[in-house]
């Protein structure tokens, strides 16, 4: 998420523009604090509504985790996985190497 100061908008609306052509956020501060975020104009702002569109697109960009991203989309996290795993978003994001470890673990177990 690319950050503009209230300021800088002035100058750089056109980047701000740019960032969300590209389907990106963009979050405006006023002295360092947060004070809106730019949200796309997409089909899924649409379909899913801002709460949910909003927490799968932070939760994509790893700003959010799952549990967080589900509670601002007003949906249970089981429920929130299931929409995710619906648009084809992964829920789980193992390196190899940690998904070895997973796997050794679990055959360990039995």
Do not use: C, N, W
Not at 10 to 19: H, I, N, P, V, Y
Not at 71 to 94: C, N, T, W
Request: charged residues 25%; negative net charge.
């Amino acid at each position: 998420m690319h950050t503009f100061t209230i300021r800088e908008l002035r100058e750089r609306s056109g980047d701000l523009s740019r960032e969300a052509e590209e389907g990106r956020l963009s979050l405006v501060t006023r002295h360092g604090q947060p004070l809106f975020v730019s949200v796309p104009f997409t089909d899924d702002l649409l379909h899913m509504g801002v709460h949910t569109a909003l927490a799968v697109s932070l939760y994509k960009s790893g700003e959010l985790t799952s549990a967080r991203a589900a509670k601002l989309a007003r949906m249970s996290l089981p429920q929130f996985l299931a929409h995710l795993s619906e648009q084809g978003i992964p829920v789980v994001d193992y390196d190899r190497s940690e998904l070895a470890q997973e796997l050794a673990a679990f055959d360990g177990a039995q």
